[in-house]
């Protein structure tokens, strides 16, 4: 025959009951096909021969067929089997013609030229020459125009382990940076888009706390609701306009504040000179031009003074604004708001 395609493997989907998969070239025979069933997470899994499928159409210009195995209820079918091997849903199924690297004709000496075998042993050329194509055309190649001074390297295994295939200054291939380093980096780079994302929203939440409008409730990154400081300055500002509170000068030191006659607010007065608090009543001693006459001291709100209990028959607390005086007959007056 003559060898008209290049065509050496077909690719079909799975789909967890389909069993028959059909191939469209040439082979000699059922162990020239590799069988590779592709899950939807990317595993590959080669397929066994007479294990997992069955081959047919061996020697057959226009292919054959492979029937993957599986309980089909009649135990006499070539492809029965209690195991079901199926390709699930969402799987791939690439069938390939592998033939061996063998030259298997032999010529006979002064026999018949063997047209039928030597045809067949330059298709067996022309499939391994199609084989070997093909797994070329999935290779990584520099083109026409690239020049690549050397494609082999000398470093060896513990040397490059852990390592990454590069190019060097020259363009020219190297064993370079080891894969933990790349993996560091692109956790680093994640880390730092997350420590920029994190920064941001901390910068959102500093905003939110400090300038959110008044009267309007903010969400923190966390899910923390409330209000922001500018909120509350703004409602403590009317608070105090509200209370109506005179402004404090440096003359006010010292004063009350008192609710003003017009019950309007409020205002500053000075303290009153004898608002008395504490009261001490006792005898003037003897010696002195009052002795025996009875003596009161008090302290002043505002003023100063020590006074010793032990000195007075008597003593008392009194609330602001009682007054109590003796009287030029020696009498205790008491004066009451």
């Given at each position: 025959?003559?060898?008209?395609?290049?065509?050496?493997?077909?690719?079909?989907?799975?789909?967890?009951?389909?069993?028959?998969?059909?191939?469209?070239?040439?082979?000699?025979?059922?162990?020239?096909?590799?069988?590779?069933?592709?899950?939807?997470?990317?595993?590959?899994?080669?397929?066994?021969?007479?294990?997992?499928?069955?081959?047919?159409?061996?020697?057959?210009?226009?292919?054959?067929?492979?029937?993957?195995?599986?309980?089909?209820?009649?135990?006499?079918?070539?492809?029965?089997?209690?195991?079901?091997?199926?390709?699930?849903?969402?799987?791939?199924?690439?069938?390939?013609?592998?033939?061996?690297?063998?030259?298997?004709?032999?010529?006979?000496?002064?026999?018949?030229?063997?047209?039928?075998?030597?045809?067949?042993?330059?298709?067996?050329?022309?499939?391994?020459?199609?084989?070997?194509?093909?797994?070329?055309?999935?290779?990584?190649?520099?083109?026409?125009?690239?020049?690549?001074?050397?494609?082999?390297?000398?470093?060896?295994?513990?040397?490059?382990?852990?390592?990454?295939?590069?190019?060097?200054?020259?363009?020219?291939?190297?064993?370079?940076?080891?894969?933990?380093?790349?993996?560091?980096?692109?956790?680093?780079?994640?880390?730092?888009?997350?420590?920029?994302?994190?920064?941001?929203?901390?910068?959102?939440?500093?905003?939110?706390?400090?300038?959110?409008?008044?009267?309007?409730?903010?969400?923190?990154?966390?899910?923390?609701?409330?209000?922001?400081?500018?909120?509350?300055?703004?409602?403590?500002?009317?608070?105090?306009?509200?209370?109506?509170?005179?402004?404090?000068?440096?003359?006010?030191?010292?004063?009350?504040?008192?609710?003003?006659?017009?019950?309007?607010?409020?205002?500053?007065?000075?303290p009153p000179s004898e608002n008395a608090v504490f009261y001490g009543l006792k005898k003037d001693e003897a010696g002195t031009a009052t002795y025996g006459k009875l003596r009161q001291d008090n302290s002043v709100v505002g003023g100063g003074g020590t006074y010793t209990l032990s000195?007075?028959?008597?003593?008392?607390?009194?609330?602001?604004?009682?007054?109590?005086?003796?009287?030029?007959?020696?009498?205790?007056?008491?004066?009451?708001?």
């Amino acid at each position: 025959m003559t060898v008209s395609t290049t065509l050496n493997k077909v690719s079909a989907n799975g789909d967890g009951s389909t069993h028959i998969f059909n191939y469209t070239f040439k082979i000699f025979a059922d162990t020239d096909l590799q069988v590779i069933v592709r899950s939807s997470t990317g595993v590959e899994t080669t397929q066994q021969l007479n294990v997992n499928y069955v081959v047919t159409g061996a020697n057959s210009d226009s292919g054959g067929t492979v029937l993957f195995k599986f309980n089909t209820g009649n135990t006499s079918d070539i492809n029965y089997a209690t195991a079901d091997s199926r390709p699930p849903s969402g799987s791939t199924v690439t069938i390939t013609r592998i033939v061996p690297l063998t030259q298997v004709t032999d010529y006979v000496a002064n026999d018949p030229f063997p047209a039928d075998a030597h045809e067949t042993a330059l298709d067996r050329l022309t499939f391994i020459v199609q084989q070997i194509q093909e797994e070329l055309d999935r290779c990584i190649k520099a083109s026409p125009t690239n020049t690549i001074n050397s494609t082999a390297f000398t470093v060896g295994v513990s040397d490059r382990a852990d390592r990454l295939f590069g190019f060097d200054a020259q363009g020219e291939l190297t064993v370079s940076t080891q894969a933990s380093d790349v993996a560091n980096a692109q956790q680093n780079a994640s880390n730092a888009a997350a420590s920029n994302t994190s920064a941001g929203n901390h910068k959102d939440d500093a905003q939110k706390l400090a300038t959110n409008a008044v009267d309007t409730q903010f969400t923190l990154t966390d899910g923390t609701t409330g209000f922001s400081a500018l909120h509350y300055f703004t409602k403590s500002s009317q608070i105090a306009t509200n209370l109506n509170l005179p402004t404090i000068t440096n003359s006010d030191a010292g004063k009350f504040l008192r609710v003003n006659s017009g019950l309007t607010g409020y205002e500053f007065i000075s303290p009153p000179s004898e608002n008395a608090v504490f009261y001490g009543l006792k005898k003037d001693e003897a010696g002195t031009a009052t002795y025996g006459k009875l003596r009161q001291d008090n302290s002043v709100v505002g003023g100063g003074g020590t006074y010793t209990l032990s000195d007075y028959t008597s003593y008392f607390f009194a609330t602001a604004g009682v007054g109590f005086n003796v009287n030029a007959s020696g009498h205790l007056t008491i004066t009451t708001p």
